[in-house]
Nanobody
Framework: QVQLQESGPGLVKPSQTLSLTCTVSGGSITTIYYYWTWIRQPPGKGLEWMGAITYSGSTYYSPSLKSRTSISRDTSKNHLTLRLSSVRPEDTAVYYC???????????????WGQGTQVTVSS
């Protein structure tokens, strides 16, 4: 059973860089095929795909967030890291990591999700 667990600060000040970690257990992030994705949901809004890192370490980003987003991984710790720079109040959201694959875009297509972590951007 694959499990994903997000962690990071619950409160970040505007203009700072948000850093979140997704620790994966029960499966390797280097297993061929799988993409490890960051998705967020602002209050009262739908899910927003932010980006993904593949089993080989390639990265893909949402065009609207690409200039501020970085996804990396530590294979020795089997975890992913999301960094979002220059945060603003509109970045307030629940942030999720999820396991998907090539071409997967719909929420129900991701087979494993973390529980999500609330991040609030406020001074």
């Amino acid at each position: 059973q694959v499990q994903l667990q997000e962690s990071g600060p619950g409160l970040v000040k505007p203009s700072q860089t948000l850093s979140l970690t997704c620790t994966v257990s029960g499966g390797s992030i280097t297993t061929i095929y799988y993409y490890w994705t960051w998705i967020r949901q602002p209050p009262g809004k739908g899910l927003e795909w932010m980006g993904a890192i593949t089993y080989s370490g390639s990265t893909y980003y949402s065009p609207s967030l690409k200039s501020r987003t970085s996804i990396s991984r530590d294979t020795s710790k089997n975890h992913l890291t999301l960094r979002l720079s220059s945060v603003r109040p509109e970045d307030t959201a629940v942030y999720y990591c999820a396991r998907g694959g090539p071409g997967i875009t719909l929420p129900y297509e991701y087979d494993y999700w973390g529980q999500g972590t609330q991040v609030t951007v406020s001074s």
